[in-house]
């Protein structure tokens, strides 16, 4: 499995101004990149609060940094950010939210997420085998739902231009047999969708995103995510966000506006939104689509 390559690494911690402040969020710890980075320019008295709402990578980075008494690992979602960070803070003076997809969780969570592994459609961040869990999977959502349901899910998440004829195929399919595997749903996609000869994505691209997105609300939770962070913000403090899709960076950009018009002395740092550059895209292409935006409090 690949090991996973932060984006975006200096620059969004450089922005975050890590040795002017003590306390700080990385609300999608992750592999750890990014907090690495954050620890070495920190103050030695600061604190760093490192969020994710996936087990086993949250046991993975606690291990990474258990001799560095300034991190404190915590099991949750980003969007609950103001009660994950009360019990070490009030306040912060940074945060930072990567939302790109794990390298982990596309190669080697056996939850679905890539259609380039036959593994069953479960897409969520937070299962752990053998548990209840309040989310449906993508295969409890494939199943279950309607046929205006799934396109509407397609359309909206996925921006998928055959969503309904997509989702028409499913409901047709699952009547002969459940939509279990992941090559169960890329069979059905790839019978359904006409074949471009200048198609850069793989037909099941969209479609995979759309289901991740609906599987764990995560464009409810960046919102609220945002929201949260804004309200624990210290005055001159920075919130850094780093999205991959047009549905993500559209909530970022304009929730940025929004604080701006309700707070007029804060700062939109980003202008315009700093993208990779083309030798940081050549060593690690899933940061092609990367957009960093930055304001200050």
């Given amino acids: 499995m690949q090991a996973h390559i932060p984006v975006l690494l200096e620059g969004s911690i450089d922005l ?31 604190v760093l609060v490192g ?5 086993e990578l949250l046991k ?14 915590v099991l949750g979602n980003f969007r609950n950010m103001k009660e994950l960070v009360r019990p070490y803070f009030e306040k912060a003076d940074g945060i930072i939210l990567d939302l790109g997809m794990s390298s982990a969780h596309l190669e080697g969570s056996g939850r679905g ?38 396109a509407d899910i397609f359309k909206r998440y996925g921006e998928e231009r055959f969503s309904w004829r997509i ?11 459940p939509i279990e595997k992941v090559s169960d749903l890329v ?12 198609a850069r994505i793989h037909p099941a691209t969209r479609v995979f995103q759309a289901l991740r997105i609906a599987v764990n609300d995560e464009l409810g939770a960046l919102q609220e995510g945002l929201d949260g962070a804004w309200s624990i913000l210290n005055d001159g403090g920075r919130i850094a966000v780093i999205s991959y899709h047009s549905l993500e960076d559209r909530i ?14 804060s700062m ?11 030798e940081e895209r050549e060593i690690n292409p899933r940061s092609r689509s990367a957009k960093l935006r930055v304001i200050q409090k």
């Fill in 167 to 177: 989702a028409k195929a499913i409901v047709r399919a699952r009547q002969k047999a």
């Fill in 268 to 278: 939109i740092l980003t202008k315009k939104p700093i993208r990779p550059s083309e």
């Fill in 113 to 150: 997420f890539s259609f380039k592994a036959d593994d069953p459609l479960d897409m969520r961040y937070d299962y752990v085998p053998g548990e209840e869990s309040a989310l449906d999977s993508a295969s409890d959502i494939l199943n279950n739902s309607s046929q205006d349901e799934l």
């Fill in 60 to 73: 993975k980075v606690t291990g990474r940094f258990k001799d560095d008494k300034r991190f404190k690992p």
């Fill in 16 to 46: 975050l101004c890590a040795g002017n402040g003590k306390t700080f969020v990385d609300g999608t710890v992750n592999g750890g990149g990014h907090s690495d980075l954050l620890l070495k320019k920190m103050k030695p008295n600061g």
């Fill in 187 to 198: 069979g059905i996609i790839q019978r359904t969708v006409p074949r471009m000869r200048s």
């Fill in 51 to 55: 969020i994710d709402r996936d087990a």
């Fill in 252 to 265: 970022v950009k304009h929730t940025f506006r929004k604080f701006h018009s309700e707070d007029p002395s």
